[in-house]
């Protein structure tokens, strides 16, 4: 494998804070990279969610990207400027009974 | 419906942009035929062949070369490449698809002669206390990871389940910079027994494959812990810690910041179900398989099907089947033109299935009998495996049924991480005649966004 030039930067902003990333890095890699985990409730039960298969299959890693709810951060690639936010604040309800 | 949407018009239409459909449309395309390759992603390659972005490819170098040149010919012979376009509905055995546009929700439709699915698969995942906390993932999320984004999954990573699968993903990670706090195999694969090795001799390159792994492994020092598995996950909002449990009762308590589990792959099956295709079981007895001859020709006339989507074989004998499904088709709608000789790939598909049923021997699947009943089954709606027996005892005892006491399967996800395990806590009586139920696939074959449909109702 061969290295040729670092790659070009990318300012994104998780939550609020502005972070660095590789132009091109799926969010969810730069989620992980920036040691974020949890980024969602499961409505029905509340419980914290983070990103399972990867590959668009689960579900389980929708974030905000720039004001659209329901992306899913592993399909999703990173832009300069991009607002990413995630919702792992409690719930005020539960979905279900 | 139909008739609010955009229309197109092709003689094929090749569902699935992975080695499968790559290899089948370019077959296609190459023997004159009007090709539209559709892809949900915004690239071309499916899993295997994903394609690094550009400007990491700049940085880190072509990722899978074999799947940038595959891309290049099938641009080059014309096919009609549609990526970001998911096909979530069909009729008319195939002829009619139906199309949503992933970034604009843009309904559409494409009609066709004939319609290739290679749909490919996902991973396997099985039930455990903890597998929902963040942290704990497949290893195909940890492959992305590394290969395309250059970023590991964690710093102390514990890879678990079973299959060939694991290795890559090993090494991929260690090519990061993960370390690698142990890989746990629940099986006993790499000390073959007389009887698999039949099997093996054949593929000596596959074999060989494997057993450059395992050196890369050891040579980082990496445990591989065979006969052993998960058997909890915990943490608070994030996994800290994994309990490995051994054959002989020993619990050892790992510490980790990223836990990647996975079973092998399931195929994904539901647009030839959708169609009313023929099925049956898979040798695991957990999946409906579409019956295919050795052409991919299915029950339902002009719908073929490839790769993985008939039975999980890998990615050469992918590339196999769509170049036979392709020459079917052609032999069907191009009868004028000579038939290219096709003898030579079905005596390679036949040599791979061979290797893909060793590989069905070495990494069996667990029983679903011993997951706990408080593990939740359904990530989606939180059902557990208690509430699903449960209710497939007190009457609700078939799979559509017990769905629709419990709500196990009704998530987003639609029941692709959970259906197979459902079915077989669900099911009736067990032994290896029981056929495998699962969940009859329904448009949206995918989930749509309530925008994208009601946005087409309004589309002149």
Redesign the interface.
């Known amino acids: ?8 930067t990318v300012t994104v902003t998780i939550d609020g804070a502005p972070g660095q990333a ?5 969010v ?2 730069v989620l ?2 920036a040691g974020i ?3 969602r409730r ?1 409505p ?2 509340g ?14 890693c929708e974030v905000t990207i720039n004001g659209r709810p ?1 992306s899913r951060s ?2 999703a ?1 990173v832009t300069d400027g991009m607002d990413i936010r995630t919702h792992t604040e409690p719930l005020p309800t539960a979905a279900h009974g | 419906m139909a008739d609010l949407m955009t229309g197109s018009e092709a003689d094929v239409a090749v569902v699935g942009g992975g080695p499968a459909g790559l290899h089948a449309a370019l077959v296609l395309a190459q023997g004159g035929l009007s090709v539209v390759l559709l892809d ?3 690239t071309l390659g499916g ?1 295997y062949y994903k394609r ?5 490819t ?4 072509d990722f899978r070369p074999r799947g940038t040149e595959l891309i290049r010919q099938v641009r080059e012979a014309e096919v009609v490449v549609r990526t970001g376009t998911l096909v979530w509905g069909a009729e008319d055995a195939g002829r009619t698809l139906f199309t949503s546009d992933v970034r604009t929700g843009a309904l559409g439709r494409i009609n066709t002669r004939a319609t290739l699915a290679a749909t490919g698969a ?2 396997r995942s099985l039930p455990f206390p903890g597998w ?7 290893p ?3 492959l ?2 590394a290969t ?4 590991p ?1 964690g710093n102390r990573v514990v890879l678990a389940g079973t299959g060939p699968f694991l290795l890559p993903v090993a090494c991929a990670l260690l090519e990061v910079g993960a370390r690698i706090e142990a890989l746990v195999e629940l099986n006993h694969p790499y000390r073959p027994r007389a009887s698999a090795l039949g099997g093996t001799l054949r593929q000596p390159a596959r074999l060989a494959e494997a057993a450059r792994y395992l050196l890369t492994l050891a040579r980082h020092g990496v445990r591989v812990e065979q006969g052993a598995r998960v058997l909890a996950a915990y943490g608070d ?2 996994v800290t810690a994994v309990d490995i449990g051994h054959e002989d009762g020993r619990v050892r308590r790992l510490e980790t910041d990223a836990l990647c589990v996975g079973f092998g792959f399931r195929p994904s099956t539901e647009l030839p179900r959708l169609l009313g295709c023929d099925t049956q079981a898979d040798p695991t007895g957990t999946e409906q398989l579409p019956v295919v001859d050795a052409d991919g020709t299915t029950s339902v006339d002009g719908l073929y099907v490839a790769g993985d989507c008939a039975g999980i074989a890998g990615v050469q004998a992918a590339g196999v089947r769509g170049q036979l499904a392709a020459h079917a088709i052609l032999r069907r709608l191009a009868p004028e033109r000579a038939p290219a000789p096709v003898a030579g790939l079905r005596r390679r598909a036949r040599s791979l299935d061979r290797f893909a049923a060793l590989a069905d021997r070495l990494y069996p699947m667990p029983a679903t009998a011993d997951i706990p009943d408080d593990t939740q089954v359904c ?4 059902v557990s495996a208690g509430e699903i027996r449960q209710a497939a005892e007190t009457g609700w005892n078939d799979l559509h049924g017990t769905k629709a006491a419990t709500r196990a399967g009704m ?3 639609q029941g ?2 959970c259906g197979h395990i459902v079915a077989a806590l669900a099911g009736r009586g067990s032994g290896p005649n029981r056929a495998a139920e699962c969940f009859a696939a329904r448009m949206p074959i995918r ?1 749509l ?1 309530m925008a994208a449909t009601v946005e087409g109702q309004e589309v002149p």
């Open positions: 494998m061969s290295t040729n030039s670092p790659p070009q590789w132009a091109g890095q799926s969810t890699a992980v990279a985990w949890p980024l499961n029905v039960n419980q914290l969610r983070g990103p399972f298969c990867g590959m668009g299959v689960c579900l389980e329901g592993c399909t690639h | 949900e992603s915004d899993q690094r972005p550009a400007q990491l700049a940085a880190f170098g996902y991973e929902t906390l963040p942290g704990v993932v497949t195909g999320f940890a992305h990871l395309m984004d250059r970023v999954v909002t994030q990530r989606c709606e939180g998530g987003p996800c692709r991480e989930p966004p």
